[in-house]
């Protein structure tokens, strides 16, 4: 349900990327743009349409903005086609090597040039850098709230009441505008226009360009740029593209002991993992590094926090861990400081997770939200904290909840934010290189940071593992009071998975939408034999057959299992771009022809049931499970 009791003035803010598929890399390691298809950002596609419907419902006004070179006005082009008002174009040289921060300084210029707006909608990342940090950089520079990843919303005057979709978590809340929304995939059909011939008849009066001078001193692009992009690598990743023949026997000895020569039938776990290193004396006097800690997250805290040792022995400081709830003792797993995060606006015996907005069922494993401080009023504590302490580095889990705090920290301080990364090392002089993965993982790049506090996202599940040292202290023990400012309220979180076993699979199984979930029960057999996860497409958890944490894609995640086996899906880009970093990967569909068999390894045509019945047991025989 829309119904506002104004007329709403609405801002999108949407983002031209180039097509994956015609991505191609210069001499320079820079993207070649010149000949690639561009087009509108799929998660933008949303924002424009569900932000033209929120306008319209109130007779209001809709206006796209846009940040790029010449090309990008395709983008308003488009959104005015689809029915939204006007465009903004913010198109200047100057605005070359905008990172996040820049990005979102410009972003907040223009809309504070043509607001006020009641609503800012903006997709929930690009699915060409995967960040997600330009939605909360931009709702921390307007001083407004901001409600992530929306997936059902209505709103009643001013007040929204929302479903939010964060990773295997659902987060019921509610709102008063004005507010920064990102939208999720599945919030509405998007706007799709795909034809140039059309967007060439759009009045071109209806979309105003802005220079970077008009929007103030700066600076701007690059030399606002907290961050800086090193060498940048194309991942090519080579497949062996081998198809079965013979009886289904035959294709499946011939599929197991190919498997066996690459040896991803038996885990190669290798020496036991090394013990966090120890403190230096005094650690907990220096910080050099600080990890957010987010609620039930425990195994990826402990790895940040095995990481975040290693740097700060290099850095010659200490770790400090710092979030809500912190009841375990950390000092083990490397944390020098422990520093609980407490809500001065919500009383700690304080209970809402019984309240409900009355939308969709309620899934099981709620938790209590009424001690937590919420990301904004997290993220404000910790920027207060660390403008007193100086780490060199701030850490976060690449998640909804870390994207947002460590957005707004980044926000706040000006610091630079390397998204999802999957790689940290010291580089001399307190500097820190975060390696990040982009385009789905085609490209891996070298990421620096110039401000004074750098910070990283990281993807859990690939950093290296330690073991908890029990020679280590306890960690000192302290607490931070939230400023309590958020006007999110949230009303209820629960999570219908658990995202960190995908993240951490050895062996996937990957479920299209040809294998009827009749016969789930038989692949949960298989599953189990061989001790595999499951993940889907999105086509699969559109269907709501798996949960939408299970989804492998442009649009979900990126796994690298040891082994990927898929099973009824027919191979689309969109889905195996997810799996590319996967060691070995056998394909199995009944269609000779299907797409899947240019990403495969071993590829066996056949019905999934009953090859299955054939090469599950036989993988087991040879060490699996």
Same mark, same amino acid.
């Given at each position: 349900?829309?119904?506002?009791?104004?007329?709403?003035?609405?801002?999108?803010?949407?983002?031209?990327?180039?097509?994956?598929?015609?991505?191609?890399?210069?001499?320079?390691?820079?993207?070649? @743009?010149?000949?690639?298809?561009?087009?509108?950002?799929?998660?933008?596609?949303?924002?424009?349409?569900?932000?033209?419907?929120?306008?319209?419902?109130?007779?209001? *006004?809709?206006?796209?903005?846009?940040?790029?070179?010449?090309?990008?006005?395709?983008?308003?082009?488009?959104?005015?086609?689809?029915?939204? $008002?006007?465009?903004?174009?913010?198109?200047?040289?100057?605005?070359?090597?905008?990172?996040?921060?820049?990005?979102?300084?410009?972003?907040?210029?223009?809309?504070?040039?043509?607001? +006020?707006?009641?609503?800012?909608?903006?997709?929930?990342?690009?699915?060409?850098?995967?960040?997600?940090?330009?939605?909360?950089?931009?709702?921390?520079?307007?001083?407004?709230?901001?409600?992530?990843?929306?997936?059902?919303? /209505?709103?009643?005057?001013?007040?929204?009441?929302?479903?939010?979709?964060?990773?295997?978590?659902?987060?019921?809340?509610?709102?008063?505008?004005?507010?920064?929304?990102?939208?999720?995939?599945?919030?509405?059909? #998007?706007?799709?226009?795909?034809?140039?011939?059309?967007?060439?008849?759009?009045?071109? /009066?209806?979309?105003?360009? &802005?220079?970077?001078?008009?929007?103030?001193?700066?600076?701007?692009?690059?030399?606002?740029?907290?961050?800086?992009?090193? +060498?940048?690598?194309?991942?090519?990743?080579?497949?062996?593209?081998?198809?079965?023949?013979?009886?289904?026997? *035959?294709?499946?000895?011939?599929?197991?002991?190919?498997?066996?020569?690459?040896?991803?039938?038996?885990?190669?776990?290798?020496?036991?993992?090394? #013990?966090?290193?120890?403190?230096?004396?005094?650690?907990?006097?220096?910080?050099? &590094?600080?990890?957010? &800690?987010?609620?039930? @997250?425990?195994?990826?805290?402990?790895?940040? !926090?095995?990481?975040?040792?290693?740097?700060?022995?290099?850095?010659?400081?200490?770790?400090?861990?710092?979030?809500?709830?912190?009841?375990?003792?950390?000092?083990?797993?490397?944390?020098?400081?422990?520093?609980?995060?407490?809500?001065?606006?919500?009383?700690?015996?304080?209970?809402?997770?019984?309240?409900?907005?009355?939308?969709?069922?309620?899934? #099981?494993? /709620?938790?209590?939200?009424? $001690?937590?401080?919420?990301?904004?009023?997290?993220?404000?504590?910790?920027?207060?904290?660390?403008?007193?302490?100086?780490?060199?580095?701030?850490?976060?889990?690449?998640?909804?909840?870390?994207?947002?705090?460590?957005?707004? %920290?980044?926000?706040?301080?000006?610091?630079?934010?390397?998204?999802?990364?999957?790689?940290?090392?010291?580089?001399?002089?307190?500097?820190? %290189?975060?390696?990040?993965?982009?385009?789905?993982?085609?490209?891996?790049?070298?990421?620096?940071?110039?401000?004074? %506090?750098?910070?990283?996202?990281? @993807? +859990?599940?690939?950093?290296?593992?330690?073991?908890?040292? #029990?020679? @280590?202290?306890?960690?000192?023990?302290?607490?931070?009071?939230?400023?309590?400012?958020?006007? !999110?309220?949230?009303?209820?979180?629960?999570?219908?998975?658990?995202?960190?076993?995908?993240?951490?699979?050895?062996?996937?199984?990957?479920?299209?939408?040809?294998?009827?979930?009749?016969?789930?029960?038989?692949?949960?057999?298989?599953?189990?034999?061989?001790?595999?996860?499951?993940?889907?497409?999105?086509?699969?958890?559109?269907?709501?057959?798996?949960?939408?944490?299970?989804?492998?894609?442009?649009?979900?995640?990126?796994?690298?299992?040891?082994?990927? %086996?898929?099973?009824?899906?027919?191979?689309?880009?969109?889905?195996?771009?997810?799996?590319?970093?996967?060691?070995?990967?056998?394909?199995?569909? +009944?269609?000779?022809?299907?797409?899947?068999?240019?990403?495969?390894?071993?590829?066996?045509?056949?019905?999934?049931?009953?090859?299955?019945?054939?090469?599950?047991?036989?993988?087991?025989?040879?060490?699996?499970?």
């Amino acid at each position: 349900m829309i119904a506002p009791d104004r007329p709403l003035r609405v801002a999108v803010l949407a983002k031209q990327i180039p097509v994956f598929e015609d991505m191609v890399l210069g001499p320079d390691g820079r993207m070649v @743009r010149d000949g690639i298809d561009l087009h509108m950002n799929d998660y933008c596609r949303r924002a424009v349409a569900k932000g033209t419907e929120m306008a319209r419902a109130g007779g209001g *006004e809709v206006i796209v903005f846009t940040l790029g070179p010449p090309s990008a006005e395709n983008v308003c082009r488009e959104a005015i086609l689809y029915g939204v $008002d006007g465009g903004v174009h913010i198109c200047d040289p100057a605005f070359a090597g905008s990172d996040t921060w820049a990005t979102a300084k410009a972003l907040v210029a223009a809309l504070e040039r043509f607001g +006020p707006f009641d609503l800012v909608m903006v997709g929930r990342n690009s699915v060409d850098a995967d960040t997600g940090q330009v939605p909360p950089q931009v709702a921390e520079l307007l001083g407004l709230p901001l409600a992530a990843g929306v997936r059902y919303l /209505s709103l009643r005057g001013d007040r929204l009441e929302l479903r939010l979709e964060h990773d295997d978590e659902w987060v019921d809340c509610a709102v008063e505008l004005p507010a920064v929304l990102s939208c999720a995939e599945r919030l509405c059909d #998007p706007c799709k226009i795909k034809d140039p011939v059309a967007w060439s008849t759009v009045d071109g /009066s209806a979309i105003q360009t &802005v220079s970077a001078v008009e929007l103030g001193p700066g600076p701007w692009g690059q030399a606002a740029s907290p961050t800086s992009v090193g +060498p940048v690598r194309m991942i090519d990743v080579e497949r062996g593209r081998r198809m079965m023949t013979g009886t289904l026997v *035959e294709q499946v000895d011939a599929a197991v002991a190919a498997m066996v020569e690459r040896g991803v039938l038996t885990a190669d776990r290798g020496p036991d993992p090394d #013990p966090v290193p120890t403190s230096l004396p005094a650690a907990s006097d220096t910080i050099a &590094v600080a990890v957010l &800690v987010e609620p039930e @997250r425990g195994h990826l805290t402990r790895e940040l !926090l095995g990481a975040a040792a290693r740097l700060a022995k290099e850095f010659g400081g200490g770790v400090a861990a710092l979030g809500t709830g912190l009841s375990e003792e950390l000092g083990p797993w490397g944390a020098d400081q422990q520093i609980h995060i407490s809500s001065r606006s919500v009383p700690a015996q304080e209970d809402t997770a019984a309240r409900s907005t009355g939308s969709a069922a309620l899934i #099981p494993r /709620s938790r209590a939200v009424g $001690d937590d401080p919420v990301e904004e009023d997290v993220a404000a504590a910790v920027s207060a904290w660390a403008v007193d302490t100086q780490p060199q580095v701030v850490l976060a889990p690449g998640t909804a909840w870390g994207r947002e705090v460590a957005s707004r %920290i980044a926000a706040a301080l000006g610091a630079g934010l390397t998204g999802d990364a999957v790689g940290l090392r010291a580089a001399g002089d307190g500097r820190m %290189i975060a390696s990040k993965p982009a385009f789905g993982g085609w490209l891996v790049a070298e990421i620096g940071c110039s401000s004074p %506090i750098q910070m990283a996202t990281v @993807r +859990p599940g690939v950093l290296p593992r330690y073991q908890s040292n #029990p020679h @280590r202290p306890p960690a000192r023990r302290a607490s931070l009071v939230s400023p309590g400012r958020s006007r !999110l309220e949230i009303i209820r979180r629960y999570r219908d998975d658990d995202s960190d076993e995908l993240a951490n699979a050895s062996v996937v199984i990957g479920v299209g939408q040809g294998v009827d979930p009749a016969g789930y029960p038989e692949l949960e057999k298989h599953r189990a034999a061989i001790g595999a996860t499951l993940c889907a497409t999105r086509k699969v958890t559109d269907y709501g057959w798996m949960p939408r944490a299970r989804q492998v894609g442009i649009t979900g995640h990126s796994i690298s299992p040891r082994l990927y %086996i898929a099973i009824g899906t027919s191979g689309k880009f969109n889905h195996t771009v997810g799996v590319r970093n996967a060691g070995m990967v056998v394909g199995i569909n +009944p269609d000779p022809d299907a797409p899947l068999w240019d990403v495969v390894d071993i590829g066996i045509v056949g019905d999934w049931a009953e090859v299955f019945d054939a090469l599950i047991p036989r993988m087991v025989e040879a060490g699996l499970g």
